[in-house]
């Protein structure tokens, strides 16, 4: 038989994967794999875990949320060799899960990971870390990690809302040097003050479309070896604010406030560290990172 490996965060969400497991399991069976359960005993135990599979295993189901994934991605990327992923969904968001049309069922989508399709994703290479769908620094981005997971579970999006509002009254911005190389090779540098910054490789953020999507119409691929990335200014006034929230609640951007471009390249400079997150997780502080694409380094299973 083929060997499995399934790894799974028992805390993600609302720890549903307790009522599925025996499921998941009978699924991947009868899919032709021996099966090997790991649930995580804290946050890094996924990465140590995957730097140390055998190379035996043909495929590695995560269970879990897009934290738990990223975990996995690191630590096969830092183990040197790749192994086909297939990913359960049981986090609070889910936005990756939900760019690749992975089903939110967990039957469905341990089904997917057995019989669905390879797809050769893109993964982010942030200094020496990784992340598979997004960076972001600024406004709001602390809410993702700030959040407790018992909010997350009880009130799910709005949760990310509601911890958002607290921080506007103090709105902090950052004067950054960016330089960006683009897709044929031209550079491009940006020198401003900015209160947010995202670089994605997804179509949702926060389990919303992400506002890039709006800009890059349709052209968003997740294995083009390219990110999307967009930059928020600081507001001179109030009515400045409004405005840029008000773009933000429709998910659209107003270039006169934002810059966005698409890049696999980039470097970011700040005279004071900066906190970063990196897939919904403290990705700590900088004041100078380089962002790489690294093109179709994950091999994730798909629905179709």
């Known amino acids: 038989m083929k060997k499995a490996l399934l790894i799974l965060n028992p805390h993600s969400g609302k720890g549903l994967i307790r009522n599925h497991l025996l499921e998941i399991v009978d699924i991947l069976v009868k899919g032709g ?15 140590r875990a995957m730097r140390a599979r055998r190379k035996s295993y043909e495929l590695i189901v995560c269970s879990g949320g897009d934290g738990t994934l990223d975990e996995i991605v690191t630590g096969m990327m830092q183990s040197g ?5 297939g990913y359960i969904p049981a986090g609070s968001t ?5 760019s690749l049309k992975i089903p939110t069922a967990m039957k469905k989508a341990a089904e997917a990971a057995v019989n669905g399709t390879v797809f050769s994703c893109d993964v982010g290479r942030f200094n020496e870390d990784i992340f598979v769908y997004i960076a972001a620094f600024g406004l709001f981005t602390e809410v993702s990690y700030g959040t407790r997971q018992e ?9 990310y809302l509601l911890e958002g509002v607290r921080h506007l009254q103090n709105i ?8 960006s190389v683009s897709e044929n090779g031209e550079t491009m540098v940006i020198e401003d ?5 995202m670089i994605t490789n997804t179509y949702s953020v926060g389990g919303f479309k992400s506002i890039a999507g709006n800009v890059f119409k349709g052209s968003i691929a997740l294995d083009d070896g390219l990110f999307e ?6 507001p001179k006034n109030p009515m400045e ?24 390249r980039l470097t970011i400079e700040s005279e004071e560290e900066i906190a970063w997150t990196l897939d919904g997780e403290f990705g700590g502080a900088h004041r100078r990172v380089t962002v790489t694409n690294e093109k179709q380094a994950m091999d994730i299973m798909v629905k179709e």
């Open 33 to 47: 794999y021996e099966v090997t359960v790991y649930p995580t005993q804290g946050r890094g135990d996924a990465s």
């Open 81 to 85: 060799f790749k192994t086909t992923i």
């Open 94 to 98: 889910n936005d990756f899960a939900n």
């Open 151 to 159: 909010m997350k579970n009880m009130l799910g999006h709005l949760a």
């Open 172 to 179: 902090k911005s950052y004067r950054l040097k960016v330089t």
């Open 193 to 197: 003050n900015f209160i947010y910054g």
């Open 229 to 234: 990335v967009t930059l928020i200014r600081m």
């Open 241 to 264: 604010l409004n405005s840029i929230l008000a773009a933000l609640a429709i998910q659209n951007i107003d270039t006169q406030y934002m810059y966005s471009f698409k890049t696999g």
